[in-house]
């Protein structure tokens, strides 16, 4: 994982409809159609806080974290986020919108949960929390019953979250 920035961490950083511009390009730019901005140092720190700028077509495997300080904590700061929440087999439990000014405005996902986000506007973006150090997801933590980022069926299965919405 790399850092989009090296905070001063002497210097408040202020979050402001410039910076959600700037990240929103960068993953209007990226292959992957999101791109993070992280708000803490480094990838030991404790307490990780990132934007997450995502596009409509940015499909993010359904997941879910296994360690017990892994809950997540997703808030909407621009745009529009279907939420869906899965049983371990893969079927479908719940599902919230996410949007500023919205009857939901973020979401807390206990640790174990499967969840997948998707994308619902153009230039959407969200604030995550969730304690550090970095890890990557463990196969058991990624759904075996959605394909990975890349692989065949990933357009399609995107487009079936997304037509939850």
Known sequence: MTFSRKPDMNVPQLIDCALLDRVSAQALASPRRRKNHNLHVAESDASHRLLNAVEPDSY????????????????????????????????VVKTAIIEPNGD????????????????LLPGSVFFEAKAGPYQPLKPEEKAAWAPAEGEPGAAAYLEFLRALF
């Open 60 to 91: 993010i495997q359904p997941h879910c974290h296994a360690d017990a300080v892994k809950d997540e904590a997703i808030v909407a700061l621009r745009g529009r986020f279907g939420v869906v929440f899965f049983d371990a087999a893969g079927k």
């Open 104 to 119: 939901t405005v973020a979401v807390n996902i206990p640790h174990g949960v499967f969840h997948g986000i998707v994308a």
